[in-house]
Nanobody, 123 residues
Framework: VQLQASGGGLVQPGGSLTLTCAAS????????MGWFRQAAGKEREYVGS????????YYADSVKGRFTISRDNNANTVHLEMNSLMSEDTAVYYC?????????????????WGQGTQVTVSS
């Protein structure tokens, strides 16, 4: 299984950025997909998940209402749209996949992780 995240970069506070995860080596619609992040010197933090069909999502309180996860199973991609970005969102963002229900992923680490992509929110 390979999860390749891209789209990170530098953005000003209040700005937007969309990350994309390209998945390979797995049957996309068998997995929940999600995102975690880790800021320098801090613990890894759950961001959100989307179920296999794309009809259900679950988010951490810290990003709810600002971030949106979507997926395209035909293209084997998952997207994380981030709006109203704040300096606290600065982190390395990781794409993940899991067999578990999306409501359990926050407390149960996913089975598969991709390499991270850096997001920096700064003026």
């Amino acid at each position: 299984v390979q999860l390749q995240a891209s789209g990170g970069g530098l953005v000003q506070p209040g700005g937007s950025l969309t990350l994309t995860c390209a998945a390979s080596g797995l049957t996309m619609d068998h997995y929940a997909m999600g995102w975690f992040r880790q800021a320098a010197g801090k613990e890894r933090e759950y961001v959100g998940s989307i179920n296999w069909s794309g009809k259900s999502t679950y988010y951490a309180d810290s990003v709810k209402g600002r971030f949106t996860i979507s997926r395209d199973n035909n293209a084997n991609t998952v997207h994380l749209e981030m709006n109203s970005l704040m300096s606290e969102d600065t982190a390395v963002y990781y794409c993940t996949s899991s067999f578990r229900p999306i409501t359990t992923i926050q407390s149960n680490p996913p089975e598969y992780w991709g390499q991270g992509t850096q997001v920096t929110v700064s003026s």
